[in-house]
């Protein structure tokens, strides 16, 4: 099952935001993320909040859809009485999970409701997830026709043998024509890859490279496997059926990446992103990683608005009784002061292109600048013009490049 909550201050029970949330709003966009919390098998790397159908115990699938827009009616009165101005949606994502598990009816009425509350921005992105075995082509028609832009496919691996071992359900030859398909709604198309998975080498990885470029999408993501406590695979590790991935494999897969994708055309524009072109960027994730406002529909979903950050309830049980009592989901909160604030602007803005202001950097901070040039870690013409960019090692050691920029 999911991981515990963060432990915060409690949430009111009308969802009511302080008026501080209002300072600044002018520089920050708005964006919905809808949680959709259902998956048909649970795949034995995840640690996400989702649940199969016998997880559920309480909930039904079928209820879904009008808890979540309540969920929105709710979230445009908080904002509203919190003084914010009226702002357009910029981004909209649904999330998982699985997504395309629902009726597509669904998702529509989710969107249009989004869409009620607070309309789009002219060329708002519209994103979803979808498994490449949860949607067909008139599944990716109809979704382009409710007003989404863009799908995001878990491709994860192009080989039989690694998705074997992720627990992954889809057919590697189904990518092609899931690709195909949403080409010929309209729709853009992201990949996501995973590498480091145990027993997966370097060829394999290759092969995977491979076919994702083949399909010439417009964006891909690769993520290195973590192996997260409380997950089957953890204990397989434990138990020694699995091999523990190895670090340094997983550090030339993501060299590999970088290579390949950079010979294609694509631009990295965060460590585990890269785009064809910079109107293919996943706007969504930049807001997270610029902190701009966003409001998170659904169990367990995270939000943030002017410095206030929440989480709702985690099983969909528990949070379909709080919609039906009117409540808010939310089940737990914190308000970020100056500095957590300027931290965590480090932490996000050190893993994109555009880089760390040096000018955001403490004193000492500013002192190590020098010496991650040396080490080759950040780009040194980039931080003589006052910004903090990581190279292609730098990606790999982001971590300790963020350490060091703010010293204890």
Known sequence: MPGALPIADPAPADGALPTSVVEGVAGRDLGVYLHVPFCRVRCGYCDFNTYTGDELRGARRDDYASQAVAEVALAQGVLRDAGLPERAVSTVFFGGGTPTMLPVGDLTSMLHAVVDAWGLEPGAEVTTEANPDSVDAEYLRSLAAAGFTRVSFGMQSAVPSVLATLERTHDPERI?????????????????????????????????????????????????????????????????????????????????????????????????????????????????????????????????????????????????????????????????????????????????????????????????????????????????????????????????????????
Do not use: C, F
Not at 247 to 260: C, K, N
Not at 266 to 289: A, I, M, Q, T
Not at 327 to 341: H, K, V
Not at 400 to 405: D, E, G, I, T, Y
């Open 176 to 408: 092609p024509l899931v690709v195909a398909w949403a080409r010929d709604a309209g729709l853009d198309v992201s990949l996501d890859l995973i590498y480091g998975t145990p027993g997966e080498t370097l060829d394999d990885w290759r092969r995977s490279l491979d076919v994702a470029l083949e399909q010439e999408p417009d964006h891909l993501s690769a993520y290195s496997l973590i192996v997260e406590d409380g997950t089957k695979l953890a204990r397989q590790i434990r138990r020694g059926e699995v091999a523990q991935p190895d670090d340094d494999t997983a550090a030339d897969m993501y060299e590999l990446a970088d290579e390949r994708l950079a010979d294609a055309g694509y631009d990295w524009y965060e460590v585990s992103n890269w785009s064809r072109g910079v109107e293919h960027r996943s706007r969504h994730n930049l807001s997270y990683w610029r902190g701009h406002d966003w409001w998170g529909v659904g169990p367990g979903a995270h939000s943030h608005v002017g410095g206030v950050r929440w989480w709702n309830v985690k099983h969909p049980a528990a949070y379909g009784q709080r919609i039906v009592a009117g409540e808010s989901p939310g089940a737990g909160r914190e308000t970020l002061d100056a500095e957590t604030r300027r931290v965590e602007r480090v932490l996000l803005a050190v893993r994109t292109r555009e880089g760390l202001p040096v000018a955001d950097l403490d004193p000492e901070g500013a002192r190590e600048v020098a010496g991650l040039i040396a080490d080759g870690w950040i780009e040194g013409r980039d931080a003589i013009a006052g910004s903090i960019v990581l190279t292609r090692t730098g990606r790999l050691m982001a971590d300790a490049v963020v350490r060091r920029l703010l010293p204890a």
